[in-house]
């Protein structure tokens, strides 16, 4: 990146997401919708992705947001779950950044970090819908934790970007 200083570097927080996290979604959705329409934008995801960028929904706070990570990592529910809790909340996730630069020539190119190489799993799906969000709560869900995803208006919709998967971590 020191060779390329027009690039701006944002450092999010991980693994719980917190104030920087917020601030490169912030960028990250400003940066989506002023890109000209029909040019090219190439976006990379890896591991990590899911903490380290975050734009939240209306209704959801920040200490919201770091209790629902602290409580999913700290319960050893699979990441499936805490990804599929993480869309809710997210207004890039679950295919909402792809759908913001659906007025552009977008690819993505993703190294894994969760089983099956789900695309939709990686990043909690920053740029590709999931195949199956359906979102089972376990019975050790917090009361205040089910309040605030019944509350919630149905996400937006998403979309998917061509993509290539070239790596998994292991």
Do not use: C, Y
């Not at 977008?106 to 894994?112: E, H, N, Q």
């Amino acid at each position: 990146l020191l060779e390329f200083p027009q690039l701006e570097r944002l450092a999010g927080d991980h693994p719980v997401p917190g104030a920087a996290s917020l601030a490169a979604g912030e960028a990250v959705l400003q940066f989506a919708r002023s890109v000209p329409p029909q040019q090219r934008v190439l976006v990379l995801v890896s591991g990590g992705a899911s903490s380290l960028v975050e734009a939240l929904v209306p209704g959801v706070t920040p200490e919201q947001l770091h209790e629902l990570n602290a409580w999913a990592l700290g319960s050893g529910v699979d990441i499936r779950t805490h990804n599929a809790l993480r869309r809710r909340v997210s207004r890039l996730k679950g295919g909402r950044l792809a759908a913001e630069l659906a007025h552009t020539r977008a690819r993505a190119l993703l190294i894994s970090d969760v089983p099956d190489d789900d695309p939709g799993v990686i990043g909690s799906g920053l740029v590709s819908t999931v195949r199956d969000d359906g979102l089972e709560l376990p019975e050790s869900t917090p009361d205040w934790l089910r309040g605030l995803l019944a509350e919630l208006p149905e996400p937006a919709p998403g979309a998917s970007l061509p993509l290539a998967l070239v790596g998994t971590l292991d």
